[in-house]
């Protein structure tokens, strides 16, 4: 038996798998011991394109930013020929982590220890005094086997994907469904407003979880569901796209002074699209802007919750603006405050693992469901 049957166990699978009204959900260890976050860590996130960030965080060639993903550190740099690359951030002298926080108009990325120094491209340019005083030949070996180790990496739109593992479809095939949902939006025209974090201690998928279903939202956020009642909500479950979609989720009056998209059909004026790309690349879409996030992982009960706000052209950066950007940030931030303490709870409440594994409401909780045979699925 193999370490995630011994983890998740046939049984657990099989319930799963059962048809929704009848599945039982993942048991609460998934959500909580180490053993499962390695299991993630060597047999999940690998496969996937996980996001890193926004081609705006790397706009001149040698700007680049650190990243931990699946437990390893990696480096997002734009190259001497503007291509976005990802590398390991670990040196191939005796793997020092080369850069620890977002670095500008680097020429070159020189490790911290013995400063062996690396092109834009990985390349090993210089291990200085490796052979004797002045002298660096590696003992003969060849220099070109020691540059940095290179991460597949693609982008869609302005957004920036890697994969560990180097074997995932394309990200244009991998997209599939979500990009479709997506394609009335000219995302050519959005420009990067804000960020916001948020350090939750949680399970990274409780929070995907949460996001992928409407149930919540007369509880969590009752004054949202004023807006867009829960029951309004359309699920989306399509391979790796989960969520929700709605015609009407802003207020009637929703009058904002932002750009629009244009070419936008009218039945989606007040509407939004808030969709997942698996595992924890999350969009919402809306008229005048685009809110994405990405997590990052840092253990079984602890992320990091990134949310970039975008606008349409000058409504991005231009002051005439601020207070209506403001006004659509502080909307976000008051759902996602909400959201983080209720995502606290629900943590706090899985430590006692007797009281799960619970159940899915065959209504809401279709995405949840897919979301965690897609988990169970590639952990294999
Ligand atoms: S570990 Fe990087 S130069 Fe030695
Ligand atoms: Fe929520």
Redesign the pocket.
């Known amino acids: 038996m193999d370490e995630a049957r011994s983890t998740l166990g046939v049984e657990v699978i099989r319930a799963l798998d059962r048809p929704l009204e009848e599945a039982q959900p993942l048991p609460a260890t998934v959500y909580t011991e180490e053993a499962f976050a390695r299991l993630e860590n060597e047999r999940l996130f690998p496969k996937l394109w996980l996001p890193v960030g926004g081609l705006h965080e790397v706009p001149h060639p040698g700007d680049g930013f650190p990243m931990s993903l699946a437990g390893r550190p990696v480096l997002v740099l734009r190259d001497d020929r503007g291509a976005v690359r990802a590398f390991y951030n670990a ?6 982590r ?1 850069i620890g926080k977002p670095c500008r108009r680097r020429s070159n990325i020189r ?6 120094t690396y092109g834009l491209d990985g390349r090993l340019l210089s ?1 200085p005094h490796f052979d004797g005083f002045g002298q660096m030949s590696l003992s003969g070996r060849n220099k070109e086997e020691f540059g940095l180790v290179e991460i597949r990496c693609e982008t869609w739109h302005q957004w920036i994907f890697v994969n560990l593992d180097g074997k995932a479809a394309p990200l244009s095939s991998y997209l599939g469904s979500f990009a479709d949902h997506y394609r009335d939006y000219d995302f050519s025209l959005l420009r990067h407003g804000k960020r916001l974090s948020f350090e939750v201690e949680a399970n990274w998928k409780l929070l995907v979880e949460n996001y992928v279903e409407a149930l919540h939202i007369p509880t969590v956020h009752p004054k949202y569901n004023d807006y867009g009642p829960f029951q309004d909500y359309a699920t989306v479950a399509d391979g790796h796209c989960l969520g929700t979609v709605i015609e009407v989720g802003y207020p009637d009056d929703w009058k904002s002074p932002l750009s629009t998209f244009p070419g936008l059909p009218e039945r989606w004026r007040l509407g939004t699209r808030n969709l997942l790309l698996f595992p924890y690349f999350t969009m919402v879409a809306a008229p005048d802007h685009v809110l994405t996030s990405l997590l990052i992982v840092r253990s079984p009960d602890s992320i990091v919750w990134q949310k970039d706000f975008y606008f349409i052209g000058e409504a991005a950066s231009d002051a005439q603006f601020d207070a209506a950007r403001e006004a659509v940030i502080s909307y976000y931030r008051e759902i996602i405050e909400q959201d983080v303490s209720l995502l606290t709870a629900w943590q706090a409440g899985l430590a006692a693992k007797e009281a799960g594994p619970g159940l899915f409401s065959p209504a809401f909780e279709q995405a949840t469901w897919r979301f965690q045979q897609l988990v169970a699925n590639y952990i294999g």
Do not use: I
Request: include cysteine; hydrophobic fraction near 30%; glycine fraction near 8%.
């Open positions: 040196c191939r002298h005796r793997g020092t080369l490790c911290p220890y013995h400063a062996w291990a």
